[in-house]
Structure formats: structure tokens, C-alpha cells
């Protein structure tokens, strides 16, 4: 589920996921075999030539390695998939909650039920105040989502794309499945919904309508910069976003305003906690950060809208992005699920893989790029 920018070998580099990824996995599992071309200007195929094996046991896991180097280790010119067939039955839905504490329980409530959900994710309120060869077919019967995005995200999402969602902590969801079994997952969640306090659940079963409602969900990032029209694009890893989301200014006069995106990942069970600690460090922070997140895997982003040229709020925002890092290696996470470690989390590496794990890196990087050629400065 890439986004509007996204190429294959690129979400191979950054190790990329998205809205699927809780059902279908992120790109690493689904990457059996890439062609790689190496600084000294060698051709490695990761699994070796035209190989594209369900699993494998023979040697080290170079296919592994690559997926998520960022360009550090080489150029990935082809990549060997992994396809997932297209469900029988698949039906998309939207609850507003209570709080952010309600919507994310009931997250953790529909995965601990089993409930085969494609995607999940939402809103939340604050509590307080290059080529590609597909040959394998993973043949899963089951599969959903879940999103979720938190009221100022919400009321954004709902004005930018004029679907009116009220300004609460929100949850997409989407199920997959055969026709018989969809019935029943439909009604597992209507009651774990329910349970958590959430609204009543209308179910949208039609192309057009779950596009509509996804369409609203892919969008938030530019309804997030909408919220201070001339809006530029920067993200965490420390580069200008423009080329890399494909995000432009909503305006052609220069703005001084920035959208700046953050990435951590936390174990489902920490995931509460996290969500709720960090809408009151926004909320005392002082800043303006619409939360959006694909909690059915634990990832979420704050995407923080400020004035770069304001000393004193850029430094706000440095503080708030450090701390909400080490929150979530802290919980036992990592400081990106998605996103990638660029510039901006080098020192969030160390702390979270330790010496001896930068150390190892390191060797590998000396080892494949002893003259620094590829990316240089960039994770290491």
C-alpha cells in the first residue's frame, strides 16, 4: 500500500510498510529476492540469480540486509515479490470513540480477538486537554486493516476531503475474507466497538465507497499541512520531503511553516500508554502535531506543523521528537517503524541497537562500501 510517490525498490531501501502491512506484512517479508547493484560496481542477486524460494535456509539473509539499508549498501534495480490474492468479500468502517485511551483499547481488544482485520487505524482526541518481478502467490484467506487518527487529525481529514468526520478519536477498519466468514467478523467487531463506548458501525462494502474512505485516510498528511496553508514538507530522518512523499506547497508564495513527520513503532500491549503520554507531551509541549496512526501494528506519526524560522518553536519540536523516541525504546519499540533512520536518528540508533549493534553495522557498511560512496552520512 505505497504511497502516492512510492517506488518498489524504494519502499525496499527504507524497509517501508503502510495501512496493509498488520494483515500483509511490511515490505521485509514480502521481498524474497533484489538485484543489487554494489558500490565496486558488481551485480548481486540477493537469493541469487532467478531464485524466488517460499523460504530458505542457505547462508546469510542478504535479501534481509538490503531491505531497509536507505542506499548505504547499494543500488536496488529489481526486486522479487511476494502477491497476496484479492479477497472474496471486503467491507470498510468508521467509529468515533470517547477518547484516546477507548480507541486504542479497542484496537488492542480486535487483535487479541483474532479478528482477521486488514486495516486498522484513526484519529485519536487527546485525553487530556525501479523493476519488479511477481511470481509467488501467498494464498492467506483472510485479512484487514486498521487506522486511526486523533480529533484535530479527524476534523482535518473530514474538511480536506468534505467528508464531515466528526472531530473525536476515530478508527478505520477493513475486513477480508470469504462472504460466510465476513458476516462474522463484522459482528466480533460491532461488539468490541460498542464495548469500548464507540458509535454505531455502517459498513461499506462497495469499491467506490472503501476507496472514498481510503482516499480520506491517504490524504492526511496533505490535510495535516492544510492546517497552515504554504505548508513545506520536511521529515524526521532530516531531509526536505518533497521528493520522497511527493507532498507540495499548498501554496506558491514561500511559508515559514513546516510539516515535519515522526515514526515510532511500540508493542501493541505499550501501545496505550504511549498514545496517551504522548498527546499530553503535545499538549504541553504546545504544539501542533495531528496523530495518525496504523495501530494494528503499533506505528504511529505526529505530524507537527510549526514555524521553522521560530528559534524557539523549531527547538520545541527537536525536544518533543528525542523524547518521544526514547518514550518508545523506552516501551521496548523502536524509534521508526517505517520511515527509516536518515539523519535525523542517528543518535536514537545508537541508543536503541547499542554499541556492539553500530559496531556490526559499521563492519558491514566498511565491509560492502570501504570508500563511503553510498549515501554517505545517512543511518551511519
Not at 486488514?118 to 484467506?141: K, N, T, Y
Not at 520522497?244 to 501554496?251: D, F, I, K, M
Not at 521528537?321 to 540508533?349: F, P
Request: hydrophobic share 40%.
Amino acid at each position: 500500500d505505497p504511497g502516492a510517490d512510492a517506488s518498489l525498490c524504494g519502499m525496499a531501501a527504507t524497509g517501508a510498510s503502510g495501512t496493509n502491512a498488520v494483515r500483509y506484512g511490511t515490505m521485509r517479508p514480502n521481498v524474497l529476492n533484489l538485484r543489487v547493484v554494489l558500490p565496486d560496481g558488481r551485480l548481486l542477486h540477493t537469493a541469487g540469480p532467478g531464485r524466488q524460494p517460499r523460504k530458505r535456509a542457505a547462508g546469510y539473509d542478504l535479501t534481509s540486509l538490503f531491505v531497509g539499508s536507505e542506499g548505504t549498501l547499494g543500488f536496488l534495480t529489481q526486486a522479487t515479490l511476494r502477491l497476496h490474492p484479492l479477497p472474496e468479500a471486503t467491507a470498510a468502517t468508521v467509529a468515533s470513540f470517547p477518547s484516546v485511551g477507548a480507541a486504542v483499547a479497542c484496537t488492542v481488544q480486535v487483535l487479541q480477538a483474532a479478528v482477521p482485520v486488514a486495516r486498522i487505524g484513526g484519529c485519536l482526541r487527546p485525553e487530556v486537554g525501479l523493476g519488479v518481478q511477481v511470481p509467488v502467490v501467498d494464498l492467506s484467506a483472510t485479512s484487514s486493516h486498521l487506522e486511526f487518527l486523533d480529533e484535530v487529525m479527524a476534523d482535518a481529514c473530514g474538511r480536506f476531503s468534505g467528508m464531515g468526520l466528526p472531530a473525536a478519536a476515530t478508527l478505520l477498519l477493513e475486513l477480508h475474507g470469504s462472504r460466510h466468514s465476513l458476516v462474522e467478523q463484522q459482528q466480533q467487531t460491532e461488539e468490541i466497538v460498542q464495548q469500548n463506548g464507540g458509535s454505531s458501525l455502517a459498513w461499506a462494502e462497495g469499491l467506490e465507497e472503501r476507496e472514498q474512505l481510503w482516499s480520506m485516510r491517504h490524504n492526511a498528511w496533505y490535510a495535516a499541512l492544510a492546517l497552515r496553508p504554504g505548508c513545506q514538507v520536511r521529515h524526521e530522518d532530516g531531509d526536505d520531503g518533497g521528493s520522497t512523499h511527493g507532498a507540495v506547497s499548498a501554496t506558491a508564495l514561500p511559508s515559514l511553516a513546516q510539516g515535519y513527520s515522526t515514526d515510532v513503532c511500540v508493542p501493541i500491549s505499550r501501545l496505550p500508554d504511549v498514545v496517551v503520554e504522548t498527546k499530553q507531551d503535545l499538549q504541553a509541549s504546545g504544539l501542533t502535531g495531528p496523530m495518525v496512526g496504523h495501530v494494528g501494528d503499533g506505528n504511529f506519526h505526529c505530524l507537527l506543523i510549526f514555524n521553522s524560522q521560530d528559534p524557539e518553536e523549531a527547538q520545541r519540536v527537536h525536544a518533543f521528537t528525542q523524547r518521544l523516541g526514547r518514550r518508545a525504546l523506552a516501551a521496548g519499540g523502536t524509534c521508526t517503524g517505517e520511515h527509516g533512520v536518515g539523519l535525523g536518528k542517528r543518535a536514537l540508533l545508537q541508543e536503541e541497537l547499542g554499541q556492539e549493534g553500530l559496531d556490526t553495522l559499521r563492519s558491514i557498511k566498511a565491509a560492502l562500501d570501504p570508500h563511503n560512496l553510498m549515501n554517505p552520512g545517512k543511518v551511519l
